[in-house]
């Protein structure tokens, strides 16, 4: 169990939870931005054929955020040399591997050497200070970390925790050394630290008395760790001994040069082991009897530096008060060991202090002693010797490119790199899941070539958090708003520029390729822009300034298409595209979201077929049972990348894959395909997001999610019916019981939150929520307000309510019963700002944002229902009416930007910030959110009735220590205030930041 006591001078960062990996990973992706990373591991070519380093570089190969890996090879002949080139070559992130011994770097070595700047002996020391080097030649890093290969119990989460408060940019700190138990295999380990350095540094302290610098190291809870992180610029002035004084040598130059402020030490494992040093009771220049006499001899050097005196009397008291503190600990350590139950080799122990003793003694003759006293000095600072060869920099990265050059020989190619397998595995693991196994690994090769997922593959990417607070969308047809003269591409990038710069951070453009019926969503041509809307030049400009979102109508397509029209001449590409109602026995259960016949007759070249049509006649479904028209959509995927989408709509996804004698809604290969094209997107593309369109009761629609592995954000379908019918009875009842019972996303998935749509109001998502008397109320209230409802045909021949048609804005003119007031603005904002408040990304339709009502002449021209939301503004009269004071436009217009704004400044906001339901009656929707590191509180109120409403401050629990106020209003929340007063569909966002 971890503590959070501060031993010592130092900070320590302790382990007080098991904080899911993801996370840090996640954040330490957003830090490398600001901050790159590099990883260096020195490595003994012996510990190549050990049993760590194998599984050590199989977990860096899946960390996330690293843009450089130094590898630094000793003792290591030419064709060991080649086999390490081959063996790191697992890693995706290109690591460079330093040869030591190799003719290059020696030549390089001897050149340093002439000017007495090369390291005098080899060691650890020696090829991490060339690493160093080349971490600073290179330049690509501002953080670095380093730990060993030889851990056996190695986890990535280890350097995860190692360079996290390092690379953290509102940290301060320059270095962090790693700490962690030494206990493993039901044993303590950890000797040299236990019993040599720990009371060694107690005994100088009793006999040299209080010194700043015993103390520092005293703070360690394990000074000798391998393991520590630091700063790009702490490497350039560093000094570091050659010898195994490197662990406690890095800790003095930091405390020679940094306040203890900007060092720190944290816990990076519950347990650890590597390889163990013998004690070498007979050979004192090996094994820990070595270790042990440098670590002393660095600390004498240390000491001496500060104007400590030592003379063989005194090195004698030092060695005997070492060695009663040691004798000491061996009993506290004995007594700790037997209350865990672990073994304890109380005669080692003694042994080991014995052996000690003699070194500490040893080692300070040697210091004495005028011809040895410095023979392992410090190896000189990188600033230093870039004074002496300001050139050094490009022959060390010189030389070991060439190395590599020279003798990587046949490196892994493409098809058999570690992540190409990977990425096929797994494609054809899904491939398997959906097609059988007999032409499972056919189908995948054709995947990874079509997908170009190879290529893709082998590159390093940083996966960052893929939202945050700032994300706010703007969903719009591209020509939901024309100019004459223009193409309507052009008059809504120029709209978003003029008006949602710094407001919406993307937008999502409903189906702008050639269509024949449903505004777009019955696709003729995936690979076209409707020359009458503009061209990709028109998109791809759109998504140099904003995220673009983009639908992938991947259900269906329509019947004027070019594989619909082979279809009929039996002809390819689409002879076999399309769903035969012939091939389905029963079709009695299938979930029908239309009134209409699900199968349509057809004249083709076989005669009469009749073709699955979920939607309408002209709306012909494709048949995922042949993995040719699942390529087909891994291309169209590829050219929407391309042309800088990085946000895929998966349209009536629920619908794709069709079985006999079931609902053909929500089956388990929808869901594998799904999880295929979330692994083909994120592939081409880490940061692509994948949205999933499931207008279903509440349940079905968060199983889209699934393990983290299909959708990272879903629709919030359930939100617009209870929020709306919420606003029109004024009453929050049912809409906290829906808030409560919904899961906190976690990190890497979101809700979509949107309040209307180019589709209405779906009521399905409200089935369970609302009964039949509420749902029958809150649509014939919405027919009052000149709305249509749209129905769906069960399974019985019944018709059942499937959505309301009706713009937003006129949806909410009034309350239940079709009364309409004078509060219908006033209700409007407050439905949008409970929306920007919750948790989940929020979503502007462009007809909320502008206010518009219902388009009656457009539904009398279109003849269907959800033209009624789907007006054309000409962007002159839009112009015109949001000037115009006397109209409501403009009004909700400046207030929902300004609303907006508020709402992209708090990181209480983030989509994935902590959420809890507060209780303040029915007409008071309110809840408090926290931001992901707990620093700023909003508590969200929300009077949703037309009348006044009086909240008690002190049922908030507000902080006393901190100040409050309204981000609304900016009033701020004084001593003595008793109650919050929001008048009638007002609102308050009460923070303390």
């Given amino acids: ?174 270095f962090c050394k790693g700490y962690y138990a030494r ?112 670590i002393a001899k660095s600390l004498y050097r240390k000491m001496a530096t500060q104007g400590e005196v030592f003379s063989p009397e005194r090195l004698r008291t030092i060695k005997a008060t070492y060695y009663r503190i040691a004798l000491d600990m061996v009993d506290s350590y004995h007594n700790d060991a037997v209350m865990n139950g672990l073994t304890y080799d109380r005669h080692t122990e003694g042994l080991a202090v014995e052996t000690f003793a003699e070194n500490v003694m040893q080692a300070g003759h040697e210091f004495l002693d005028p011809k040895k006293s410095m023979e392992t000095p410090f190896m000189p600072s990188w600033n230093r010797v870039q004074s002496a060869f300001p050139d050094i920099m490009d022959q060390l990265l010189e030389a070991v490119d060439e190395d590599m050059k020279e003798f990587g020989g046949k490196a892994y190619d493409q098809e058999n790199h570690p992540r190409v397998q990977q990425v096929r595995l797994r494609v054809e693991q899904h491939v398997q899941m959906v097609y059988g196994e007999d032409n499972a690994s056919e189908i995948t090769e054709d995947i990874m070539r079509e997908g170009g997922l190879a290529e893709a593959a082998v590159e390093v990417h940083n996966v960052a958090d893929k939202w945050n607070e700032n994300d706010v969308y703007t969903i719009t047809y591209a020509d939901s708003i024309k100019k004459e003269g223009e193409v309507p591409l052009r008059t809504l990038q120029n709209f978003l520029r003029a008006q949602l710069r710094g407001v919406t951070s993307g937008v999502h453009i409903l189906p702008f390729c050639p269509f024949t019926s449903d505004h777009g969503f019955s696709v003729v041509d995936y690979h076209e822009v409707k020359p009458e809307f503009g061209s990709w030049k028109d998109i791809k400009e759109i998504s140099n300034d904003f995220n673009v979102m983009a639908d992938l109508v991947i259900n269906h397509c329509s019947s004027e298409s070019e594989w619909f029209k082979n279809f009929k001449k039996g002809e390819d590409p689409g002879s076999d595209y399309f769903v035969l109602g012939e091939d389905y026995e029963d079709v009695s259960q299938v979930v029908r979201p239309r009134p209409h016949p699900l199968l349509t007759p057809v004249e083709t070249v076989n005669g009469v077929k009749e073709v699955w049509c979920t939607f309408s006649a002209d709306q012909v479904d494709l048949n995922f049972r042949n993995p040719k028209v699942l390529i087909e959509f891994i291309r169209v995927i590829r050219r929407y990348l391309a042309e800088g989408i990085k946000i895929f709509r998966l349209d009536a996804i629920a619908f794709l894959w069709k079985e006999s004698g079931t609902t053909c809604v929500h089956l388990d290969q929808t869901h594998e395909i799904i999880k295929l094209l979330r692994l083909v997107l994120e592939t081409l593309e880490p940061e692509a997001v994948i949205i999933t369109e499931t207008n279903v009761p509440n349940k079905e629609n968060l199983s889209y999610f699934g393990n983290d592995n299909e959708a990272h954000m879903i629709y919030n379908f359930s939100l617009p019916p209870l929020l709306v019918n919420t606003m029109l009875s004024g009453d929050c009842t049912h809409l906290k019981t829906w808030m409560m019972s919904m899961p906190p996303a976690r990190r890497g998935r979101s809700y979509f939150n949107f309040l209307a749509s180019h589709d209405g109001i779906g009521l399905r998502p409200a089935e369970g929520l609302l009964s039949d008397d509420e749902l029958m109320g809150l649509t014939d209230t919405l027919c009052t307000f000149g709305g249509e409802i749209s129905m769906r045909k069960m399974p019985d021949g019944q018709l059942k309510p499937y959505e309301a048609n009706i713009s937003l804005f ?184």
């Fill in 810 to 993: 006129s949806a909410l003119a009034g309350k239940i019963g079709g009364v309409k007031d004078d509060w219908q603005v006033g209700r409007y904002l407050c439905a949008h700002t409970i929306m920007l408040a919750l948790e989940g990304v929020p979503a502007f339709y462009i007809h909320s944002l502008l206010g518009t009502e219902n388009d009656k002449q457009g539904v009398a021209e279109s003849g269907e229902l959800r033209a009624i939301n789907r007006h054309k503004w000409d962007a002159e009269d839009l112009e015109e009416k949001l000037g115009n004071p006397s109209l409501h436009h403009g009004k909700v217009f400046g207030s929902l930007k300004k609303l907006i704004k508020i709402r992209r400044k708090q990181p209480a906001f983030h989509p994935n910030a902590t959420q809890y339901t507060l209780h303040f009656g029915k007409k008071v929707f309110a809840f408090w959110r926290a931001s992901l590191n707990r620093d700023q509180s909003i508590f969200a109120l929300h009077n949703i009735s037309d009348e006044k409403q009086s909240i008690p401050i002190v049922e908030l629990n507000l902080v006393a220590t901190e100040s409050w106020y309204d981000l609304l209003t900016g009033e701020a929340i004084t001593e003595g205030m008793q109650t919050i007063e929001l008048e009638p569909y007002t609102c308050a966002w009460i923070t303390n930041l």
């Fill in 183 to 294: 206990v493993a295999n039901n044993a303590m380990n950890g000797r040299v630290c236990r019993l040599l350095v720990t009371p060694l540094l107690r005994a100088l302290k009793k006999v040299c008395g209080a010194n700043d610098y015993l103390n520092y190291l005293d703070s360690f809870r394990y000074p000798l760790a391998g393991e520590f992180s630091l700063a790009r610029d702490v490497i350039e002035d560093i000094r570091i001994p050659s010898d195994w004084g490197l662990e406690m040598g890095t800790l003095s130059e930091m405390h020679r040069n940094y306040a203890t402020n900007q060092i720190c030490q944290v816990d990076i494992a519950d347990i650890y082991d590597h390889k163990h040093q013998d004690l070498s009771l007979e050979d004192k220049t090996r094994g820990l009897s070595k270790m042990s006499s440098d």
């Fill in 1 to 174: 169990m971890g503590d959070f006591h501060q031993h010592g001078i130092i900070t320590t960062l302790h382990q007080l939870n098991n904080r899911p990996l993801e996370e840090l990973e996640s954040e330490l992706v957003q830090f490398s931005k600001k901050k790159p990373m590099a990883l260096v591991l020195p490595s003994l070519f012996s510990e190549l054929e050990g049993p760590a380093l194998s599984n050590i570089i199989d977990e860096i190969a899946q960390v996330p955020y690293l843009d450089q890996i130094i590898i630094g090879l000793d003792q290591a002949t030419e064709e060991q040399y080649r086999y390490a080139l081959d063996f790191f070559s697992r890693l995706p992130q290109q690591p460079k591997v330093l040869w030591n011994d190799g003719p290059r770097l020696r030549k390089l070595d001897a050149l340093l050497q002439e000017k007495g700047l090369a390291p005098e002996e080899p060691g650890k020391g020696r090829n991490v200070w060339y690493m160093f080097g080349y971490v600073l030649a290179s330049e690509k890093a501002e953080a670095v970390a380093l730990h060993d290969c030889d851990i056996t119990t190695y986890s990535r989460d280890m350097l995860a925790r190692l360079i996290y408060p390092v690379a953290n940019p509102s940290f301060s700190y320059k």
